[in-house]
């Protein structure tokens, strides 16, 4: 008898449990990232998965690297896994459309973090950086360092990707208010450490008097800061870059780079995830707008010891 009411006991037990179980799991937020091995994309990811488990969620991150048709078989993967929500970065503001409509059709809500896709009212919210306010602020600083006379070059991320044209664009709507600074060569590096040190090889020897190089990201111009120190030039040309990654802060420690733009990337991440638990649990993202710009900011050799995490710094 003692035996039975036991293990009656211990089944109800059991069931309590599963039960328990099944409620807190949320679901499944698939979140397909850019490229990993670049400390941006890691954070990006990393930063989104923790928010999505901290809110019930089981979470995971897959990367495309740039690739759409990759990017297409990762949402067909989220679409095949059930997923209650997506948080991409798209791999390209055109190419991208088409898996996000695909998530879209599964009855999937689509976040969009980074980059945008030229098409609205299809994801729920595109989270980005304020990429011509940084450009402006990482503009200004450069001119500052460098000075408002001489020859100087400019590293371009990837074209498929908005954010290079806008902080490009960004950059010259300040730097040609100094009619002195001239521009005589730029190169396209996709974002890329590797190709920033190769183009700046390629620029250097066909520019050998410049005395500064702007950059669309930090990695590329840590690329330019490589390829600068194997010439023996980097004491003479100045490099700023763009992202806020621990790299080019322990660059900036170092003298080696001047200023970064930090991109609000382990804010902006978050809130995407907070977005679209808000949306399942109550079908609206509580954001007023889809598109959400995420202010930059500056760090200098002046603030830099502020940098308390990848990503964040401290006010």
Same mark, same amino acid.
């Given at each position: ?6 293990? !009656? ?35 990006? #990811? ?9 809110? #019930? ?13 990759? =990017? ?29 409509? !695909? ?12 980059? $945008?896709?030229?098409? $609205? ?27 408002? !006379? ?45 190709? #920033? ?32 120190? $194997? ?24 003298? =080696? ?59």
């Amino acid at each position: 008898m003692y035996m039975k009411t036991m293990l !009656k006991s211990l089944l109800a037990a059991a069931m309590v449990v599963g039960f328990t179980a099944a409620a807190s799991a949320a679901g499944l937020i698939s979140i397909i990232v850019n490229d990993p091995a670049n400390p941006y994309w890691l954070t990006e #990811g990393n930063v989104a998965k923790a928010e999505a488990e901290k809110l #019930g969620y089981t979470a995971n991150v897959a990367a495309h690297k740039g690739d759409t048709n990759t =990017e297409s078989n990762l949402i067909d993967t989220a679409i095949t896994n059930k997923s209650v929500a997506i948080i991409l970065d798209p791999a390209n503001a055109d190419g991208s459309v088409g898996a996000v409509k !695909k998530a879209i059709a599964a009855n999937i809500p689509v976040f969009l973090v980074n980059a $945008e896709i030229n098409q $609205e009212g299809l994801a729920k919210g595109q989270l980005v950086s304020n990429n011509a306010q940084g450009a402006a602020l990482g503009a200004q600083q450069w001119v500052q360092a460098v000075g408002e !006379k001489g020859k100087y070059v400019e590293l371009l991320g990837a074209p498929s990707d908005n954010n290079a044209a806008t902080r490009s664009n960004g950059y010259a709507t300040v730097l040609s208010q100094y009619p002195d600074l001239e521009k005589v060569a730029s190169q396209v590096a996709n974002w890329d450490r590797t190709q #920033g040190h190769d183009k700046m090889q390629s620029m250097l020897q066909a520019n050998p008097d410049i005395i500064a190089v702007i950059s669309g990201n930090d990695e590329m111009a840590l690329g330019a800061v490589a390829a600068l120190k $194997e010439a023996g030039k980097l004491a003479g040309i100045k490099v700023g870059g763009f992202d806020g990654s621990p790299d080019a802060v322990a660059a900036i420690k170092s003298g =080696e780079l001047q200023y970064t733009v930090l991109q609000p990337v382990a804010i902006f991440s978050a809130k995407a995830v907070q977005q679209a638990d808000s949306f399942i649990k109550t079908g609206a993202t509580g954001a007023a707008t889809e598109k959400q710009l995420f202010d930059c900011l500056l760090i200098t050799k002046d603030n830099v010891d502020k940098y308390t995490a990848p990503f964040v710094l401290s006010e």
